[in-house]
């Protein structure tokens, strides 16, 4: 379950805030809590005492005693990861969210329709830290493999090849499904029998895709040119 922390000391706001969370969790079918504070010291306090982790906070920039910026130093102490976005009436106060590495940030007064694309940009955000394991054959058995692992996945003949750094694995199944499988950690294809993860991208060229981790060990993998486009915007949208 995906945790979502609200800080808003104005109750009609964070009512507004908490019900878009919801409302959108529930028409996406997002397993996800909602969890509200009235000021950015309950918020601290409650990780602190309780040990709550969050994955994604909204945080007003304004509260009575700890304003956004404050609780948002804090949080970045402990969690590189977490999602943060601001809540604001004034434009001009994003510009700080660069200090702690915001997401995004909102200026009131909010509509649905202006919420929903934040919200879906960090729930696509805290996912890529999600680990999303499957399971692949080895042996006479199988083998339980982070997604994370794979660096890319192509067809050979009828055969579908999963490759990590260390070994090939091989298995009968549509490139589709595993497609599918692996849509939690963001795969993308490159071409018609190519599956790549964009965390191993190293660079791309004008019909190609270099995957590896270092100049030493990398891959030259086709990009089709009916896919060429949308991948080039997924890999755009992902590290972006």
């Known amino acids: 379950m995906i945790r979502i922390a609200v800080a808003e000391d104005d109750r009609a706001f964070r009512d507004t805030c908490t019900g878009y969370i919801r409302r959108y ?4 079918k997002v397993d996800a809590g909602v969890f509200e504070f009235e000021d950015g010291m309950d918020l601290l306090e409650a990780q602190e005492e309780k040990g ?12 009575k005693h700890l304003d956004g910026f404050y609780t948002a130093g804090k949080i970045r102490e402990k969690d590189d990861q977490a999602v943060i976005v601001f809540i604001t009436t004034l434009a001009q106060y994003a510009v700080r969210g660069y200090e702690v590495d915001a997401m995004d940030y ?25 680990e999303q394991y499957i399971f692949l054959p080895f042996g006479d ?5 982070a997604a994370s692992s794979i660096r890319y996945i192509d067809v050979d003949r009828h ?6 750094k260390d070994r090939i694995y091989e298995l009968r199944q549509p490139i589709g499904k595993m497609e599918e499988e692996l849509a939690p950690s963001h795969f993308l294809r490159c071409d018609q029998s190519v599956l790549v993860n964009p965390r191993f991208v190293l660079r791309v060229g004008k019909d190609t895709v270099e995957i590896g981790e270092d100049e030493k060990d990398c891959v030259l993998l086709p990009v089709s ?15 972006g």
């Not at 040119?225 to 590290?239: E, G, P, T």
Request: proline share 3%; hydrophobic share 40%; net charge positive.
């Open 25 to 28: 969790c529930a028409e996406k």
């Open 52 to 63: 709550k982790s969050f994955d994604i906070f909204f945080l007003d920039v304004q509260m």
């Open 106 to 130: 909102l200026i009131k007064p909010l509509s649905y329709e202006r919420f929903c694309p934040r919200l879906e940009k960090a729930l696509q955000r805290v996912s890529r830290f999600q």
């Open 141 to 145: 058995g199988k083998e339980k493999v």
């Open 159 to 164: 055969t579908l090849r999963v490759h990590t």
């Open 225 to 239: 040119r009916s896919r060429k486009k949308q991948f080039f915007q997924d890999l755009a949208d992902f590290i």
